[in-house]
C-alpha cells in the first residue's frame, strides 16, 4: 500500500477550437442582439469546433499541458479519466486520448455527469489515489456542445461552447484535496436533457427494435437557475464543514460556467466578494464538463491562483446533478 495517500493537484491544461463565434454573429443565425444575450447571461464569445478538429484532440492537447506542469510524463499516467458527455465515439474516447498521448502504461474511461463531470470525476480519482491503487492520475474535463445544439433555438443555442481542461492529480504526503460532497436527484432530469430519439424498426413479427439518434439539447432555464440557486450554496457549505473551513476561508470561488447570473448569485449567497469568483463565461460561454478545468488553468497561467491557494469549486448540471470539492492548488 502506498503510503503517500494524500492527493495534490499540480498541473492544469486547457485546449479550445480555433474558430470563434461572437454575439454579434449570432443575430444571423436567430433573433437576439449582443445585447440581449450578455444582459441575461454574460457570455460575449463561444469556441466552435470544425470539423478537423475533434474531442479526442482537443483533450489530448489540454493534457500534454498539464503533464508538461505537474513535470512528469505520459508514461508515468496511471489512469486517465475523461469525462464528457459528447464523446467522439459512443463507446468510450478516453482510450483514443490515452493513444494519442502515448500513455501506454495508463487505464483509461469515460465518466459522464455532463456539467458536473469535472467534480464528479475529480472525486473518483480521488478514491483511486487515496487507496494507493494509482499514484498519478490525468483527469479531463471536455466537451462539444456545438454538436447538439438547436442552432434556431435562441434560447439554449446562444449559452454553449467547445473546449476542453485538465488536471493532473498525484498521490502526496500532504492531502490538498480538503473535502467534498456530491448531489443527485433524477426526478429533475426533464429540466436540462439531450434525449434518445427511437426509430422503431420490426426484425420479426412481433419484435422491434428502436434505432435512432439523439435530439437537441432542451433545457428549462427558470427552473435550472432557480435549481442552481438554491442547491449550489448549500452543497458549497457542506463541503467546506467536511473540509472544517467556511466561505471567509477560501481564497476564490470556481464555478461551473453556466450564467454569469448564476455566478453572482451563488456568491451573494455565500458572502464571497466579486473579487474572488473567477469567471471567463464571456470568452468561452457553457463548455459543460470543460468549464471549471478549463477557468482553473487561465487562472493559474496568469498568476491569479497561487499556490496552495483554497479554491471551492462546484458543478451543477443535467441529471440532476450538482458538487462541491474544496481543495488547494499545487504540490
Same mark, same amino acid.
Given at each position: =500500500?502506498?503510503?503517500?495517500?494524500?492527493?495534490?493537484?499540480?498541473?492544469?491544461?486547457?485546449?479550445?477550437?480555433?474558430?470563434?463565434?461572437?454575439?454579434?454573429?449570432?443575430?444571423?443565425?436567430?433573433?437576439?442582439?449582443?445585447?440581449?444575450?450578455?444582459?441575461?447571461?454574460?457570455?460575449?464569445?463561444?469556441?466552435?469546433?470544425?470539423?478537423?478538429?475533434?474531442?479526442?484532440?482537443?483533450?489530448?492537447?489540454?493534457?500534454?499541458?498539464?503533464?508538461?506542469?505537474?513535470?512528469?510524463?505520459?508514461?508515468?499516467?496511471?489512469?486517465?479519466?475523461?469525462?464528457?458527455?459528447?464523446?467522439?465515439?459512443?463507446?468510450?474516447?478516453?482510450?483514443?486520448?490515452?493513444?494519442?498521448?502515448?500513455?501506454?502504461?495508463?487505464?483509461?474511461?469515460?465518466?459522464?455527469?455532463?456539467?458536473?463531470?469535472?467534480?464528479?470525476?475529480?472525486?473518483?480519482?480521488?478514491?483511486?489515489?487515496?487507496?494507493?491503487?494509482?499514484?498519478?492520475?490525468?483527469?479531463?474535463?471536455?466537451?462539444?456542445?456545438?454538436?447538439?445544439? !438547436?442552432?434556431?433555438?435562441?434560447?439554449?443555442?446562444?449559452?454553449?461552447?467547445?473546449?476542453?481542461?485538465?488536471?493532473?492529480?498525484?498521490?502526496?504526503?500532504? !492531502?490538498?484535496?480538503?473535502?467534498?460532497?456530491?448531489k443527485s436527484d433524477g426526478t429533475q432530469n426533464h429540466f436540462l436533457n439531450l434525449a434518445?430519439?427511437?426509430?422503431?424498426?420490426?426484425?420479426?413479427?412481433?419484435?422491434?427494435?428502436?434505432?435512432?439518434?439523439?435530439?437537441?439539447?432542451? =433545457?428549462?432555464?427558470?427552473?435550472?437557475?432557480?435549481?442552481?440557486?438554491?442547491?449550489?450554496?448549500?452543497?458549497?457549505?457542506?463541503?467546506?464543514?467536511?473540509?472544517?473551513?467556511?466561505?471567509? !476561508?477560501?481564497?476564490?470561488?470556481?464555478?461551473?460556467?453556466?450564467?454569469?447570473?448564476?455566478?453572482?448569485?451563488?456568491?451573494?449567497?455565500?458572502?464571497?466578494?466579486?473579487?474572488?469568483?473567477?469567471?471567463?463565461?464571456?470568452?468561452?460561454?457553457?463548455?459543460?464538463?470543460?468549464?471549471?478545468?478549463?477557468?482553473?488553468?487561465?487562472?493559474?497561467?496568469?498568476?491569479?491562483?497561487?499556490?496552495? !491557494?483554497?479554491?471551492?469549486?462546484?458543478?451543477?448540471?443535467?441529471?440532476?446533478?450538482?458538487?462541491?470539492a474544496i481543495f488547494k492548488w499545487g504540490k
Amino acid at each position: =500500500m502506498q503510503q503517500n495517500t494524500g492527493i495534490a493537484i499540480t498541473g492544469s491544461g486547457s485546449a479550445v477550437p480555433t474558430a470563434c463565434l461572437e454575439n454579434q454573429a449570432m443575430t444571423a443565425l436567430v433573433e437576439t442582439s449582443d445585447e440581449w444575450i450578455t444582459t441575461r447571461t454574460g457570455i460575449k464569445n463561444r469556441r466552435i469546433t470544425s470539423e478537423r478538429e475533434s474531442l479526442s484532440s482537443l483533450a489530448a492537447a489540454a493534457s500534454l499541458k498539464a503533464i508538461a506542469m505537474a513535470g512528469i510524463t505520459a508514461q508515468d499516467i496511471d489512469l486517465i479519466l475523461l469525462t464528457t458527455s459528447t464523446p467522439d465515439d459512443l463507446f468510450g474516447s478516453a482510450c483514443q486520448v490515452q493513444a494519442a498521448l502515448g500513455a501506454n502504461h495508463a487505464v483509461a474511461f469515460d465518466l459522464t455527469a455532463a456539467c458536473s463531470g469535472f467534480l464528479f470525476g475529480m472525486v473518483t480519482a480521488a478514491q483511486y489515489i487515496r487507496t494507493g491503487v494509482y499514484q498519478n492520475v490525468l483527469l479531463i474535463g471536455a466537451d462539444i456542445l456545438s454538436r447538439w445544439v !438547436d442552432w434556431g433555438d435562441r434560447t439554449t443555442c446562444v449559452l454553449f461552447g467547445d473546449g476542453a481542461g485538465a488536471v493532473v492529480m498525484q498521490a502526496s504526503a500532504s !492531502d490538498k484535496l480538503l473535502g467534498f460532497e456530491l448531489k443527485s436527484d433524477g426526478t429533475q432530469n426533464h429540466f436540462l436533457n439531450l434525449a434518445y430519439v427511437p426509430n422503431t424498426q420490426e426484425l420479426a413479427p412481433g419484435i422491434t427494435v428502436s434505432k435512432g439518434g439523439y435530439q437537441a439539447i432542451t =433545457m428549462n432555464g427558470k427552473e435550472v437557475y432557480r435549481f442552481a440557486v438554491q442547491k449550489v450554496p448549500e452543497v458549497i457549505d457542506k463541503a467546506l464543514f467536511r473540509a472544517h473551513l467556511s466561505a471567509e !476561508d477560501i481564497d476564490w470561488l470556481l464555478l461551473h460556467q453556466a450564467n454569469q447570473r448564476i455566478l453572482d448569485a451563488v456568491a451573494q449567497r455565500l458572502h464571497v466578494p466579486k473579487d474572488k469568483v473567477i469567471s471567463n463565461l464571456a470568452n468561452y460561454g457553457n463548455t459543460s464538463a470543460a468549464s471549471i478545468p478549463i477557468a482553473l488553468d487561465e487562472a493559474v497561467r496568469c498568476g491569479k491562483i497561487k499556490a496552495n !491557494d483554497t479554491i471551492a469549486a462546484s458543478g451543477f448540471g443535467a441529471g440532476l446533478t450538482w458538487g462541491a470539492a474544496i481543495f488547494k492548488w499545487g504540490k
